[in-house]
């Protein structure tokens, strides 16, 4: 699964490192050390994945995100010496993907990347899911609803498409989490509501008062099959 990575960090040892472990593992790596280099190159040259710090000169990995969203979706791991929640949350707000804190393993990092990588390449046992009005197909990384196209991060992708495979399924906040993230120690159940509340606002008329991906009050979330529980 060799991929063009983006890697955007400012310590230029630290850099120097992720490209190592990168390009042993057969990827094509460009590594830059600002902000603004990054938010270029990754307009120009369309990376499969970008390793993204918060802090850099020019421009820092919250801004590049947020700017880099307009037009991509390309699935972005965020590294940070941050390590607080609402930081946490604020990046994938933002639409990162996946969010590692410093210090970390680089055994770890790559294991983050090798699931992003995973998530947006899948082939061998996807197939078209469909959940009342709602479609997803993991092969092409697409999802419609009503027959529009809906533009999702990775990790959007992924939470939508765990709750397509089983429509009207009650989903607990933990269950979406080990589902679709794994284990973390600084990953909270608040992440899937993140990402909930950003889904809604891409598949509702009216995201106040969703009709496909529904809340159940203290337990967590479905994706409604156009039956019964539609309201």
Known sequence: MCAF????E?????????????????????????????????????????????????????????LLR?????????LTARSTEDDLLLGLDLGAD????????????MARIRTLLRRTRSTAEDHVLRAGAVTVDPRRHEAFVDGRPVE????????????????????????????TKGYDKFITERIIDVHVMNLRKKIEADPR????????????????DGGRDAP
């Open 70 to 78: 307009r037009d991509s979706q390309v699935p972005v791991l965020m």
């Open 10 to 66: 400012d310590d230029v040892k630290q850099a120097d490192i992720l490209r190592r472990y990168l390009e042993q593992e057969g990827h094509t790596v460009t590594v830059v050390h600002d902000g603004a280099s990054a938010l270029d190159i990754a307009r120009t040259r369309g990376p499969d994945l970008v390793v993204l710090d918060v802090m850099m000169p020019l421009l820092d990995g919250l801004d590049v995100c947020r």
């Open 152 to 179: 999702c991060t990775a990790g959007e992708f992924a939470l939508l498409t765990v709750l397509a495979e089983q429509p009207g399924r009650v989903f607990t906040r933990q269950q979406l989490l080990e589902r």
């Open 209 to 224: 008062r969703p009709a496909h991906l529904l809340t159940v009050y203290r337990v967590g979330y479905k994706l409604s």
């Open 98 to 109: 996946d969010y590692l804190t410093k210090p970390y393993s680089p055994r770890e990092l």
């Open 5 to 8: 990575v983006l890697v955007a």
